[in-house]
């Protein structure tokens, strides 16, 4: 629909891939410790996915724009980080950057 904020669909979209991303992982996770890291932060994204949609229809801005192309240039870290989940810490540190600029977009969207 051209009334959609395509920042927020690019954000939702990435937000989307993580979740699967998140769930692959899961899957395949034997560890109970890192299983648990995974799942919170599933259900982190989870939150913002819901977040983001009920904002899609929010007017376009350059302050959402801006925000939005963060996100972009963090999903390689994000990728990374699932990618090799030996330091839990690491993991969570690195998900929780990225929905912290999630959480700017949302707020951005909020405002306008």
């Known amino acids: 629909m051209s009334d959609q904020n395509p920042d927020l669909l690019a954000t939702a979209q990435a937000l989307e891939d993580l979740r699967d991303r998140l769930q692959a992982a899961k899957a ?23 977040e ?11 302050a959402i724009s801006e925000a939005a192309a963060k996100i972009g240039a963090a999903q ?22 990225f929905l912290g600029l999630v959480d700017k977009v949302i707020a951005v969207a909020k405002l306008v």
């Open 76 to 97: 390689a870290d994000v990728n990374a980080a699932i990618a090799k989940i030996d330091s839990i810490t690491h993991f969570i540190g690195t998900i929780s950057a």
């Open 52 to 62: 983001v949609g009920s904002r899609i229809f929010s007017q376009r801005s350059q």
């Open 28 to 50: 395949v996770e034997t560890d109970p410790d890192k299983y648990e890291a995974i799942n919170d932060q599933l259900i982190e994204v989870h939150h913002r996915v819901a």
